[in-house]
């Protein structure tokens, strides 16, 4: 099998996607199945009484933000898309007029009714028409389709507002193709002003389906304006405002210890206006007015601060939490000094928000929002990606920041997104954030970055990584090259304490994604996992402690190992990434190992660099586990061609 990888140039923020179409019609990846002769035996030594490092016992985390719909048509469990009629300013986007009979109507966007100043517009039905099997109305396709479930309720509100007498709506659920309703039920107005409404739907014994939409009518002449108009599925935990449950279950397969959240880009903006307000995202639905997001669409931020916050609560990880430092994706920046204080300000607060108890002013908020208790936090991130900056403005407007964070909250640690220069002299940062998205051959080249890197400054953040030649998720050169770099980050995790992939999720229908490379894919209906996770949830949940002091003699280039210990559980984790075409035979010494142990290893393997996962192929790639018998400190055993294995060897 011969395979190559021509690809290289490092991509970073949104050219990558236009760069990684690119390189991929540059690509000629080719691979051979020819079996080939197994590389010469190589020596690998380990020793596992002598700790030479520390681990970092918070290594892997994860980062999203609203990106390919991650959110908005993603992990929020909203069905109705552009439930605001905020998907742009020019018509009513996703959102259709039903017809049906002899009725007679019209829709259009009325910019000056709504039902709340965040929600200052409506959509405006004008039913002139309509009668009993002849009804009008709106409809809507949800986030490529309205998935169905058989026996499941589902819970819906609107809000409207109409000077009609009192009359009735018709929810429906209806199927694309058979035009069959699937379920509906009938909700009575009131004339007046604007009113919240709810509404529940069951669903028999219905066959499970994709392709529904919605439809909301009425089947008398009248008009009628609508705003916020949700349709929301079963959720993780029972959650309100809360999560789809098949996407957290991947999140928690993960084994990670904490969310970097609100992104990225995300936390930015394309323009000033355009940052992220958390004071905006927070409290009733109504209240929020969503904000313009830098991947293309508008976020309803129905997945709020608050929401962010639960989903780490429901994980049981931490939140590290990025706070807006005045820069915009446009280049532009908010000077240092007197501009920049609202925005040191809107930190300090969001901070406590977070963790303030309920006799601060946040803290009450927090608790007004339902959830009087803080939230755990360790980390602050100020700003996102300012290498980025040209004007030099970053060291300035960073030592602001860290100023008036520590003056108040001495406890957390700051994270810079760039060293930071000499005028930020007393404001040295306690970790700088890296970020590193490379083509595989690159990735497996860069893994003694850290080797030799100094000791005695700010830790590192890998806080966005991410080997990318696969899309819309990563293929299994893209797991080897993402194996490789982790045994990287075990072996220098005395220096780099916390690193989170990204992307993390991808919404494969057609023209959801804008970032070509990401963890996990899903649809409305369904969610499926790339080699890259499966790497990723092996090594996490594998860590140890320490550091083994190893060395290895013999292999190639495209060989990766870690060798880590548990201090209290005494079990040997050796990680084995073998990115070669040619099996690799190893005799490894184990120091001090006697007698008879049993190795338990899970393996991860493809037949070729390009073998991956997809939505219509979920498990072409998967983990199988086996055990093996190791007598005493010598053990001979090979790993095969393109594999990941995770060993664990308990010594004791
Ligand atoms: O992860 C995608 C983007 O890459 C992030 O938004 C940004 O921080 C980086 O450039």
Known sequence: MTNTYPMSGTMTRRNGFAKLLCMLAAATLTSTLVAQAPLPTAHLSIDPSAIVAPVSATLYGMMTEEINHSYDGGLYAE?????????????????????????????????????????????????????????????????????????????????????????????????????????????????????????????????????????????????????????????????LNGNRPDLMERMAGMHGHFLRLPGGNYLEGDRLEDWYNW??????????????????????????????????????????????AG???????????????PFVQSAVDEVEYLTGNTSTKWGARR??????????????????????????????????????????????????????????ATAIPDMIDDHYYKPPNEMMDFVHHYDNAPRTGS?????????????????????????????????????????????????????????????????????????????????????????AKSSITGTGDRFFYSATVGAADHVLHLKLVNATSRDQPLAIDLAGVKGEHT????????????ATNSISEPDAIHPTQSKVRVMGGNWQHTVPALSIEVVDLRLQ
Request: with cysteine; net charge negative.
């Open 279 to 324: 004071k905006e995202t927070i409290g009733p639905l109504v209240d929020r007015p969503g904000h313009q997001a830098p991947w293309t669409y508008w976020s309803t931020d129905g997945l709020g601060l608050l929401e962010f916050l639960e989903w780490c609560e429901d994980l049981k990880i931490e939140p590290v939490l990025a706070v807006y």
């Open 79 to 239: 069905m109705i898309q552009n439930r605001t009629f905020r998907g742009s300013w020019e018509g009513v986007e996703h959102w259709g007029l039903v017809r049906n009979g002899d009725s007679a109507a019209t829709m259009s966007i009325d910019r000056n009714d709504g039902p709340s100043k965040a929600l200052s517009t409506s959509l405006l039905l004008q039913v002139t028409s309509a009668s009993s099997g002849n009804d009008a109305g709106v409809s809507n396709p949800g986030y490529w389709g309205l998935a169905m479930k058989p026996n499941t309720s589902y819970r819906g509100s609107f809000y409207a507002r109409t000077d009609d007498a009192d009359g009735t709506l018709t929810v429906r659920i209806v199927n694309d193709r058979s035009g069959g309703v699937i379920v509906s039920t009938q909700v009575p107005l009131h004339a007046g002003p604007w009113s919240e409404y709810e509404y529940s739907l069951k669903a028999g014994p219905i066959r499970p389906s994709v392709e529904n939409h919605i439809e909301l009518t009425l089947d008398h002449p009248g008009t009628l304006r609508l705003q916020l108009v949700s349709l929301m599925p079963p959720t993780f935990n029972n959650r």
């Open 459 to 547: 830790k590192i953040f890998v806080g966005e990584w991410a080997t990318r030649s696969g899309t819309p998720t990563p293929n299994f050169g893209d797991a080897l090259g993402d194996a490789a770099w982790m045994t990287a980050m075990e072996r220098n995790s005395d220096l780099i304490l916390i690193s989170s992939y990204a992307p993390l999720l991808v919404n494969v229908s057609p023209g959801a994604m804008q970032w070509p490379t990401d963890l996990i894919g899903f649809n409305a209906e369904t969610t499926y996992v790339s080699p890259s996770y499966y790497a990723q949830s092996l090594f996490a949940a594998h860590l140890g402690d320490g550091t």
């Open 327 to 341: 820069y915009a994706l446009n280049g532009q920046h908010v000077a240092a000094g007197k501009d920049l204080e």
């Open 599 to 610: 190795a338990m290893i899970e393996s991860l393997h493809a037949a070729t660099y390009q």
């Open 367 to 424: 608790a007004q929002d339902g959830h009087p208790a803080p939230f755990p936090l360790h980390y602050i991130e100020i700003g996102n990606e300012d290498f980025f900056d040209r004007s030099g403005s970053y060291g300035a407007r960073f030592t602001q920041f860290a100023k008036a964070l520590r003056k108040q909250y001495p406890q957390y640690k700051l994270i810079a997104t760039d060293p930071i220069k000499a005028d930020a």
